[in-house]
């Protein structure tokens, strides 16, 4: 079974900073993306950042601000998040597209979540 298990989250004030972290665990062969995605209350979830073999993706908003990184070798996809603001605020969700042992095929995969709020 895989998982994805976050970390990093927390009350920080406007203009402050936070690292979030999502392990992947389990049985699999390979990861090719991994993803941050958030959800505010009452808004659907949006995309974040991602990050692959090609290089990375950033919602417009985050740019220059968010910075995605991930260590392969610990299957692990980290998310630097600098000069927050409240509208910040959110759920924020760690995803993985994987390829599970002895399969052909990938599955999404998602973590539990971690609030992120920013206070004003």
Known sequence: QVQLVESGGGLVQS??????????SGTFSSISVMGWYRQA???????VAT???A???????VKGR??????NAKNTVF????????ENTAVYYCQAIIRRAGASAQFQYWGQ????TVSS
Do not use: W
Not at 41 to 47: D, G, V
Not at 113 to 116: A, F, H, I, L
């Open 15 to 24: 203009g402050g900073s936070l690292r979030l972290s999502c392990a992947a």
């Open 41 to 47: 209350p009452e808004k659907q979830r949006e995309l």
């Open 51 to 53: 990050i692959n073999s």
């Open 55 to 61: 290089g990375t993706n950033y919602q417009d908003l």
């Open 66 to 71: 968010f910075t995605i990184s991930r260590d």
């Open 79 to 86: 998310l630097e998040m600098n000069s927050l603001k409240p």
């Open 113 to 116: 979540g971690t609030q992120v």
